[in-house]
């Protein structure tokens, strides 16, 4: 192993900790049980290129290369697949998907390239796959919206540019409210729903990221909630035993600073 270098050394290592000598927690692991620690190392990876800390992306990037042998290992192990062709069906799909760059077509801009893309991948799938089929199940809402939204939009399924879509805004917090009047639970979820997508798709022809703005949104949030907490906290005092127009001039002080 001393011999060995980057990711080939590190297959060896977590060959190693799988032996029936190795390590008894690694040998437990299944493609199941890592599932939710590898949503974590994607989260922490983003946390690191959204402060800018290279040290740690490093870092972070690491931990989640760790994941992906971890599950080349368990498919070689059952023999369902190994690390080279894991790495192999990646490289033929990027050369598959470039044929403006590794063959003779062209794609003048971003758009063409993603547009070029969608149509490859939809006939690799098969002549009756749709534009928003094989979407992941297990995407969050938010990204799940943009990404549909996007799909959409690159076959020409978009609004034409921005003031429809504040048009399209209003007429959903209208029907918010008419849906608040009627006091029908099921019908308020829906056009609360509808309302949220139309959001995400406000921001998309905005050239805006809606997760990314979101993330923003709260941290903003919590980061000037926690200063009402410790001002109260200052004069003895409890942010439940305080009356909200006081809590909302703590509030316009904090966000002033």
């Not at 080939?8 to 939710?36: F, K, M, N, Y």
């Not at 800390?53 to 290992?73: C, F, K, P, S, T």
């Not at 490859?120 to 002549?127: D, N």
């Not at 993330?215 to 906290?233: D, V």
């Amino acid at each position: 192993m001393e011999n060995l270098n980057g990711i080939a050394r590190l297959q060896e290592i977590v060959a190693r900790l799988r032996a029936p000598d190795g390590c008894p927690w690694d040998r437990e692991q299944t493609h199941s049980t890592l599932r939710p620690m590898l949503v974590e190392e994607c989260y922490e990876v983003i946390d690191a290129i959204e402060r800018s800390d290279d040290a740690n992306l490093r870092e972070e990037l690491g931990d989640l290369l760790l994941h992906v042998v971890m599950h080349a290992q368990m498919g070689s192990e059952r023999g369902a697949f190994s690390m080279e062709e894991i790495t192999a069906t990646v490289c033929e799909k990027m050369i598959r998907r470039h044929p403006h760059v590794f063959g003779d077509k062209l794609a003048s801009d971003s758009e063409a390239v993603l547009r070029q893309w969608e149509q490859i991948k939809r006939a690799e799938k098969g002549v009756s796959s749709g534009i928003l089929d094989h979407l992941a199940g297990a995407l969050p809402a938010l990204l799940k919206a943009q990404t549909v939204q996007k799909k959409a939009a690159r076959v020409g399924f978009d609004w034409p540019d921005v003031e429809p879509v504040f048009g399209k805004f209003e007429e959903e917090v209208a029907e918010v409210r008419e849906a608040i009047a009627e006091g029908d639970a099921a019908s308020l979820e829906a056009e609360i729903g509808d309302l949220l997508f139309t959001a995400v798709n406000l921001a998309r022809k905005l050239g805006v990221d809606a997760e990314t703005a979101l993330a923003g949104s709260t941290s903003r949030f919590i980061s000037r909630f926690q200063g009402i907490e410790r001002e109260l906290q200052i004069a003895g005092r409890k942010v439940e035993d305080t009356p909200l127009e006081e809590l909302d001039r703590i509030w316009e002080k904090v966000k002033s600073v």
